[in-house]
């Protein structure tokens, strides 16, 4: 065995290698000759190819980066062309897609869409579903009948009529008649119409809130009790102005009170804070498919005076959320989420899902709900719907203390002349709340106040 460190490097056989060239052996060469490039001698056509492809060659390093460069643009570019196309076909569905109905209609609804449909067995009203389980309604059927017979028997135009138990949001009554249009009747309870004068409630409530009037409160103003031109209505200097106190002028529904009480005490922050706590601007009912309330801020001192007065005809509400405000007044300011049906028995007969009262929010202070309460028990005693609870010799149709509020006003859809009554009673002890909607042409049998007394009557019925 050969020790290492007499190892050496021995010739390269006959044809060993890779390459092997026959057996000629050759000189090992250096490391600086192994590496060393020979060029040949270039002259002529041979030079000039060289230096063209030399050229050649710098031209395709310059360019390299402006390549890569263009190269990233192009990608970044498709990739947002794939992300709108996509976009694009994802947000908008094929008229097959459009079609289709939702995924699911809610509880409410569906009880909203049988209820023409339902069965009346007593006072209980039932409807079954296509599935095969029966709803039962909160609704009062002897209350439901009386103001649907009304309506009817007076031909009204257009009338609808909401009622809730205050205490706990179940609806009493929801019903809706048309001489005119039957169709009407379907959506009448969660469509918008112009608020009128039932916009008082709110004005008055900012004021109350923010601790700048009270029921006894005396307002000084110019003009009609009922101008509806509020440039008329500042006080003058010089005194002659006409006063009256915050729970009479709301009983007979003066205007220029209440404008002034909008833009000159409460001011547009607080209407507006109101108008965001009752529930305007905003989806109230999540399940119920009542259209959101409308109340845009006013761009001037006159219009926030319209408003407060309820002379705005942009200010609309539904028939529903006008019942849910008023019960909310008689409940001691708290709203409850309104509910139709009381429980639902399977096709096994087994009860299900009964009904739960569940507060929304909370709209006023007790103390502004019972200085409300006293400013609308004024409406039926002295005000504007006076006639519609007294005989000729001026008693009370019912016995029982109500607290109300009135609104008039022209509309357009439907066009007409529209009357609104809206009321809780008992005042001591609230056990329904109840919004009435008429809408007659120029002339008219029935007004909102008169279908509100025949529901009051009933369910005050001995």
């Known amino acids: 065995m050969q020790d290492l460190k007499h ?13 092997g060239r026959g057996g000629r052996n050759k000189r090992l060469k250096s490391a600086d000759e192994a590496f060393r490039l020979r060029l040949p001698n270039l002259a002529g056509k041979r030079l000039q190819q060289l230096k063209l492809a030399l050229l050649f ?10 390549s890569v460069f263009v190269l990233r643009k192009t990608a970044s570019a498709g990739l947002h062309i794939r992300a709108w196309i996509a976009s694009v076909t994802a947000t908008a569905p094929s008229p097959a897609e459009a079609a289709k109905p939702p995924d699911s209609v809610s509880r409410f609804e569906t009880a909203s869409n049988l209820l023409v449909s339902s069965e009346t067995n007593g006072s209980r009203m039932s409807a079954r579903t296509s599935e095969g389980s029966q709803l ?11 103001v649907y017979d009304f309506l009817a ?30 169709a009407w009747t379907k959506r009448s309870a969660y469509e918008l119409y112009p608020m009128a004068s039932l916009f008082k409630i709110i004005t008055a409530s900012a004021a109350l809130e923010s601790r700048k009037i009270t029921p006894d409160s005396v307002i000084e103003f110019r003009g009609g009790s009922y101008s509806e031109n509020p440039r008329y209505w500042d006080i003058s200097p010089r005194g002659r102005n006409n006063r009256m106190d915050a729970t009479f002028a709301m009983g007979k529904s003066i205007n220029p009170v209440y404008g002034r009480v909008a833009s000159d005490i409460a001011g547009k922050s607080s209407v507006m804070a109101s108008v965001s706590r009752f529930g305007f601007n905003q989806e109230l009912f999540p399940g119920i498919p009542t259209k959101p309330s409308q109340a845009a801020e ?49 096709e096994q007969g087994v009860e299900k899902e009964l009904f739960a009262p569940r507060e929304l929010r909370r709209l006023v202070t007790p ?12 409406t039926v005693l002295t ?18 203390s109500i607290a109300a509020k009135t609104g008039s006003i022209n509309g357009t859809d439907p066009k007409g002349h529209y009357t609104w009554f809206a009321a809780f009673a008992p005042i001591q002890n609230p056990r ?21 007394e025949q529901a009051l009557e009933e369910f005050f019925k001995k």
């Open 383 to 400: 005000g504007t719907s006076r006639k519609a609870f007294h005989d000729r010799r001026g008693r009370p149709l019912i016995d029982v």
């Open 57 to 66: 060659i710098a031209v395709i390093l310059a360019l390299a980066p402006l």
């Open 298 to 346: 006013p761009a001037s001192n006159n219009d926030l005076r319209l408003m407060g007065a309820g002379l705005d005809h942009d200010v609309k509400i539904s028939p529903l959320h006008a019942a849910v405000i008023m019960s909310a007044i008689a409940n001691g300011g708290t709203m409850m989420i309104p509910g139709l049906t009381s429980s639902i028995i399977d």
């Open 136 to 146: 039962i309604y909160t609704i009062n059927g002897d209350l439901q009948r009386r």
């Open 432 to 452: 329904i709340a109840l919004v009435a909607l008429v809408i007659n042409p120029d002339k008219w049998k029935v007004k909102a106040s008169q279908v509100g």
């Open 7 to 19: 190892l050496t490097k021995k010739k390269s056989a006959a044809g060993s290698g890779l390459f």
């Open 367 to 378: 103390e502004t709900s019972a200085s409300l309460t006293r400013m609308l028990s004024s």
């Open 153 to 182: 028997k007076n031909k009204v135009p257009y009338g609808v009529f909401v009622a809730i138990e205050p205490a706990s949001g179940r609806i009493l009554g929801m019903t809706s008649y048309s001489f005119i249009d039957p």
